[in-house]
């Protein structure tokens, strides 16, 4: 059975390094689900708010975050990617936004961050995939860090939509080993699935999660859908803005459709800590 090993992911993305940057902007599919996991920061983060990003990487998002005026405490578990964090952040312009890089561990935030410290957490990008067996000890530390009404933004792998994107791979596996994702969700390289030891979601079961966390879910969508395998294709839409544009409003709608939720690579939650008792 595949367990949590914060070592392995911590090295896994040491290793990475600067991919972890550029995977958003590496096709135009990638750039699909840059902006609807951008749709949701911005409808839902307000100037001023202190932010904790947990896993946040090389800073993809948390430029997003300094743009809408955000004051963020950039948290991961890989000091390379912190490293990069700061090195974006100051070559590019944000790091006034940033008020600290912390490396922990999302399962363990006690020693880092007082109870109610932040306005709002975003979780993009997969961390809550790969604590797996202890994905409820990090969703009630991330509930602990946020203040009462504050709001959580979650993007973890997506069960169906991985299996369309990579489809002809999957199909190459044993029926057998295919069938145990199916049922587990589980990602193990060691059977020759994926690169990742990590969990994939289907849309409920992540409903189901942060709700058993205590956290009402307020919104949930694929990363993407109609353009999923559509490829290099998509090339040509994205030399015209107003396809462009058009693509991405339809994109926004169908992947927030009962029927389109569980078919993104990625599945994006925006849930809420209930607000104090007797808050407006």
């Known amino acids: 059975m595949v367990t949590y090993n914060p070592d392995w992911v911590k090295a896994y993305y040491d290793d990475y390094g600067a991919r972890e940057w550029e995977r958003w902007d590496r096709s135009p599919v990638e750039r699909v689900k840059l902006a609807v996991h951008m749709h949701y920061l911005e409808t839902t983060v307000q100037p001023g708010m202190r932010i904790l990003e947990i896993g946040a990487g090389a800073g993809r998002f948390t430029q997003a975050l300094a743009r809408l005026g955000a004051r963020v405490v950039v948290a991961d578990i890989s000091p390379v990617q912190l490293e990069l964090n700061r090195e974006n952040a100051r070559q590019l312009g944000f790091a006034a936004a940033v008020e600290d890089w912390v490396e922990c561990d999302m399962c363990a935030l006690e020693t880092h961050f007082a109870d109610e410290a932040f306005d709002a957490v975003v979780c993009y990008g997969g961390p809550l995939s790969y604590v797996l067996e202890r994905r409820d000890e990090a969703l009630a530390e991330l509930r602990r860090v946020a203040r009462p009404g504050a709001p959580l933004l979650f993007g973890v792998m997506g069960l169906w939509g991985t299996v369309h994107g990579a489809l002809p ?33 289907r849309a409920a079961e992540l409903r189901a999660a ?4 205590g956290l009402a879910v307020e919104a949930i969508s694929a990363s993407n859908g109609l353009s999923a395998a559509w490829g290099e294709e998509l090339a040509a839409i994205e030399q015209d803005p107003a396809k462009w544009a058009h693509l991405l409003e339809l994109e926004f709608e169908a992947c927030r459709e009962p029927g389109c939720v569980d078919m993104g690579t990625h599945i994006i939650a925006v849930a809420r800590k209930a607000p104090a008792a007797g808050a407006p």
Do not use: K
């Not at 969700?185 to 969990?199: E, I």
């Not at 942060?210 to 966390?213: D, I, K, P, S, T």
């Open 169 to 201: 791979g999957v199909l190459a596996l044993p029926v057998e080993v295919n069938r145990d994702v199916v049922r587990t969700g589980r990602l193990n390289p060691a059977r020759g699935t994926g690169t990742h030891y990590c969990h994939m979601f």
């Open 210 to 213: 942060l709700e058993a966390a």
